[in-house]
Structures are given as C-alpha cells and as structure tokens.
C-alpha cells in the first residue's frame, strides 16, 4: 500500500477528514486537482462547524485568520425583520463562527492539515479508481504536465465536492427532488453594515419577486452578495450577469440602502441546478463526504458544515475499522448523515413553499420554538432534544397550524 487512505479533493471535508486520520497515526495522501488559494462558493459558516474544526485540529488555525464573527442570522422582507442569535440556543451549543473568503479558508485548512501530517498534492486530478479485495488503485493525473501517477490505498474518502468524482466513476447519482435553481453572485466592497455585535450577521433578504438574496460580510473589507432565483426571473432581466444580479437586488429596498454605495470588485459568477443526491454513501473501501454525497441548497448556509460532520464522522469510522472494530457503515453512517441532510431538506422545502418564511418572520414565536429554530439554523441538526431534529416534518407542520 502506498497510503492507508486516499482523500480525493483540499475543501473542507478533505482537510477535515485527513487532518482527524493524520492524527490517529494513519497515512493520508490528499489529491486536489486545482492549486490553492482558489475561489469557492460556500462562505457562511454554521456554529456546528467550529466543534468539528476544534475536534479535527483545526479551530486555533482558522481563528488567528480574523475573519468576521458571526453571531446571528437575519432575516428580513420589506419593513418586518427577525434575527436568530446562536447566543440563544442550547447549552453546549456554540454561540458564534465566522464569514470566511473561501480561498483563504481552504488554504489555512489544507495548510494545516499538512502539519497534521497529511501528504497534499495539488494539481492532481483523480480520473480513475478500481476497487479490489485489498482497497483501491487510484489514477491521477498532473493537472500541468499530464503525468499520471497510480496509487494503492486501504480506503478511498470522496471528498471531491462538485466534482463528485465517485457518484460519476461508479454510476451512483440520482437526481435531487429540489427544483433546480440560478444563483448569481459578486463581492463588494464599501456596503452600510451595522454596527457592533450585528455586523457579521448573514443577511437572508426575501425578495419581492419570489427570491433571495444572501449577504455576507468579510473582516477584509469585501462583502459577498448573492441572488437565487427561478429560471425565469434570471431570464426576465435583460443584460449581462451583473447587470441582472445589481438590477434585481435594487428592486429590494433593504439591500439597496445596504449597498447603494457598494461597487463590486468580483466578476459575477453564474450557477445553477446545483443540488444533487445518490444512490449510497459507502461501499467496500470507499465514502463519500460534503458535497460529493448530496448537496441541497445554499439557505440555510448548511454546505459546509454538512460537508464537515459528514467527513468527521467518515474519518471516525475508518479509523475504527482500521483499528478492528466493527462498523455498521449504514447505520452509523449513511444513517447518520441522511439525517443530518434530511432535517435541512425538511426546512428546505418548507423555505421554497413559501410557508417557512412567514413563520421564521413572525415576532411572536415561543421562546421554546424560537431556540429550537435557531439550533438548526446554527447547524445542529442532530441532537434528538429538538423536535425539528427528532421529527422535521411533523414539527414543522404542528410549527405552520400555528399560523
Ligand atoms: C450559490 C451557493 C451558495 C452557497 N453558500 C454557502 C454558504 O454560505 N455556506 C455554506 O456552508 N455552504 C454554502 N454553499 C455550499 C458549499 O459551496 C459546499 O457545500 C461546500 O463547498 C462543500 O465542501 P466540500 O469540501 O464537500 O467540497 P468543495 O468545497 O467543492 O471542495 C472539493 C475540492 O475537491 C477538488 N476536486 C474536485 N474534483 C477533483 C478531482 N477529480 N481530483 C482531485 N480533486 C478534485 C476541488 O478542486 C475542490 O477543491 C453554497 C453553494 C452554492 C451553490
């Protein structure tokens, strides 16, 4: 064997996954296709994420980055607003995390999980893996010189995010039960941001057309503003990409007070019909993690931490078997996981019905009902004491008869 494990893609759920491994004494080889720093969506983090980033190693590196605090989400339709501080959650509960520019992110990630011992290597774009009795040959190739290089390891953790390189290579995808979406999206620098403790509050502004938009403040300065929309709306808009994307947010008065002197230092970047889901999350040598499982939609700012509780439960659990201990992969995996991603769909769909969206605005809430709300939104979507979390569905409907 050349490795004990070979970790496809630096993300989050790469390092995360390599960086908890490295540190059980195990050897990782990382293979990251692009070179880094690079730019990624995905900057708002969830309270949830610091507890992995702590449990992997790696908490003290993203915090002597000083990135934006981020003590609440806000969210907000014309006049009417509603704020979910994490300071009023469970106890045990993480009450902050941060904005993150992911390029810089991912960089002190992947950077620290080298100290841990990881073995990264960028430029390495994984195309081909044969699985056999004893684990994996992995092909890579030099994305510069097109050299190949074949690997042989233990066990494969597929943390290739959009690339989704094992759900392509081992015909697992399936298609999402979420509409396809367009999101458009740029930075900024010199919006109004609030003052003190709200400044790093994301922004989750219902559009008057049956949108939203996100707004994301940076300790550098820059903003990321972004707008997610049906098809049509993008098509109804005639121009280029940020033509469309400043047209659309002005039609909402509390994003253009924000940024009426705002000017964008990002070309606009385009995406759409980014969910995706597959048949299995496991096989003999292999897992998959983050978004190169199933990925559902950017409004709730789940990715990441999705992608950090998947990778840190897939590496626990090859550590155990590289330990010899049994492991139940589809109870204490792909179970585990499916939950986690199933509370969010639950409030996904909601969201996207129109129905959660007067809830979570209403002032009125029980305070009981409101910290429920708030764990989930700070992405803990696996503590059976929320009732959201024990039964999203039928919690969200008795939420919804309230009126
Ligand atoms: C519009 C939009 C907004 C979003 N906003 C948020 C947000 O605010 N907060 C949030 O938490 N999430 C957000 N997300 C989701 C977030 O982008 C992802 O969930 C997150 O990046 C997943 O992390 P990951 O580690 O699984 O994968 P990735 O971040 O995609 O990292 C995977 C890595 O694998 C590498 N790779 C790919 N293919 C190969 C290959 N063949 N060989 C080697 N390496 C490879 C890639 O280069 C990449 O570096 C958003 C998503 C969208 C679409």
New binding site residues.
């Given amino acids: 064997m050349d490795t004990d494990v070979l970790v496809?893609?630096?993300?989050?759920?790469?390092?995360?996954a390599g960086s908890i491994l490295a540190r059980h004494h195990h050897r990782v080889v990382m293979?990251?296709?692009?070179t880094?720093p690079?730019f990624?969506?995905?900057?708002?983090?969830?309270p949830r994420?610091n507890d992995i980033l702590a449990e992997a190693g790696l908490l003290d590196a993203v915090v002597a980055r000083g990135y934006q605090a981020k003590n609440a989400a806000l969210f907000l339709q014309g006049a009417v607003r509603e704020r979910f501080c994490f300071a009023e959650v469970f106890p045990g509960q993480r009450t902050q995390t941060f904005?993150v520019p992911?390029g810089d992110f991912?960089q002190t990630l992947a950077t620290t999980a080298r100290q841990h011992g990881v073995d990264v290597r960028f430029n390495?774009?994984?195309?081909a893996v044969a699985f056999d009795a004893g684990g994996a040959l992995v092909t890579?190739s030099d994305v510069e010189t097109e050299a190949r290089t074949q690997l042989r390891a233990r066990f494969v953790l597929d943390?290739?995010?959009?690339?989704?390189?094992l759900p392509r290579l081992l015909a697992l995808e399936r298609p999402s039960v979420l509409t396809p979406r367009v999101?458009l999206?740029t930075w900024v620098e010199g919006d109004e941001r609030p003052a003190g403790d709200h400044e790093g509050d994301?922004w989750i502004c219902i559009h008057p057309r049956g949108a939203w938009a996100?707004i994301?403040p940076f300790s550098n300065g820059r903003t990321?503003v972004?707008l997610?929309m049906e098809p049509a709306v993008y098509e109804s808009v005639p121009g280029c990409d940020r033509d469309r994307l400043f047209k659309l947010l002005f039609e909402d008065e509390n994003i253009l007070q924000r940024l009426r002197r705002a000017v964008p230092v990002l070309k606009t970047?385009k995406?759409q019909a980014?969910s995706s889901a597959v048949e299995r999350l496991h096989g003999t040598g292999w897992a998959l993690?983050?978004?190169?499982?199933e990925?559902l939609?950017?409004v709730f700012?789940?990715?990441?931490?999705?992608?950090?509780e998947?990778?840190a439960r897939a590496a626990a659990l090859v550590h155990r078997s590289f330990s010899g201990e049994p492991v139940d992969w589809a109870a204490e995996y792909d179970g585990v996981v499916l939950k986690a991603v199933g509370v969010f769909k639950a409030f996904v769909r909601s969201w996207y019905a129109g129905e959660l969206q007067r809830v979570l605005l209403r002032a009125d809430k029980a305070d009981a009902i409101k910290r429920s709300i708030t764990a989930i939104l700070g992405g803990y979507v696996l503590d059976s004491n929320n009732p959201f979390v024990r039964e999203p569905e039928r919690a969200l409907a008795a939420l919804l008869k309230l009126g």
């Fill in positions: 496809i893609g630096a993300g989050p759920a790469g390092s995360v293979l990251e296709a692009g880094f690079r990624q969506i995905g900057e708002s983090l969830l994420s904005q992911r991912d390495q774009r994984v195309e890579a943390c290739s995010g959009y690339g989704r390189v999101a999206f994301i996100w994301i990321s972004g997610v970047v995406l980014w993690t983050g978004n190169a499982a990925f939609d950017p700012s789940s990715g990441v931490t999705l992608a950090l998947s990778a």
